[in-house]
Antibody, heavy 116, light 113 residues
């Protein structure tokens, strides 16, 4: 059974770094791609970036300078790190599994609030 | 980046009605190799993660009721929900996966009239 679960801090101070972990089961992160998608409260979906099954990454150009996605294949985990956080980075962060196609499996999401 | 323009932003319906949601991309999503359109539709209910409904513009994901119909090609796409049921009240998003950065439409909120 495919599962993805995000974990991370609920509150981050402005200018600090966000670290979120996506722990997956039911598939290997070396066999499928994993993307991060975020959603501000009451707003739409924004693709943040992806780590491809081969290990390379691709980022939303608007976030690229602040963003890093990596993985630990031994633990089947994918990591999102975003620095210099601002209040408009507040939202729910999802990880999603996909092949060369749409996002068929999503985690439950983790709500991150950027506030002092 | 490919811009996805979705309309309307909200739609008030009565149970049993048929509704249409439109999605237009700023460039063609038709892939010449597979001869397919790389367009997906998702449903998101309050407090839940998005759920994949349709991919390749018109293929229903397993378990999705056949009242959800995706159509279109190139740059213009439509999600039709025939005989809307109360459980269909949600937000709907289109997404292109033709090229990165993957982009979503702004969403359509389906509400009860």
């Amino acid at each position: 059974q495919v599962r993805l679960k995000e974990s991370g801090p609920r509150l981050v101070q402005p200018s600090q770094t966000l670290s979120v972990t996506c722990t997956v089961s039911g598939f290997s992160v070396t066999s499928y791609h994993v993307s991060w998608v975020r959603q501000p409260p009451g707003k739409g979906l924004e693709w943040v970036g992806a780590i491809w099954k081969g290990g390379s990454t691709d980022y939303n150009s608007a976030l690229k300078s602040r963003l890093s996605i990596s993985r630990d294949t031994s633990k089947n985990q994918v990591f999102l790190k975003m620095n210099s956080l601002q209040t408009d980075d507040t939202g729910t962060y999802y990880c999603a599994k996909h092949g060369n196609g749409p996002f068929a499996y999503w985690g439950q999401g983790t709500l991150v609030t950027v506030s002092s | 980046d490919i811009v996805m323009t979705q309309s309307p932003s909200s739609l008030a319906v009565s149970a049993g009605e048929t509704v249409t949601i439109n999605c237009k991309s700023s460039q063609s999503l038709f892939g010449s190799v597979r001869q397919k359109n790389y367009l997906a539709w998702y449903q998101q209910k309050p407090g839940q993660s998005p759920k994949l409904l349709i991919y390749l513009a018109s293929t229903r994901e397993s378990g999705v009721p056949d009242r959800f119909i995706g159509s279109g090609s190139g740059t213009d796409f439509t999600l039709t929900i025939s005989s809307v049921q109360a459980e269909d009240l949600a937000n709907y998003y289109c997404q292109q996966y033709y090229d990165t950065p993957y982009t979503f439409g702004a969403g359509t909120k389906l509400e009860l009239k």
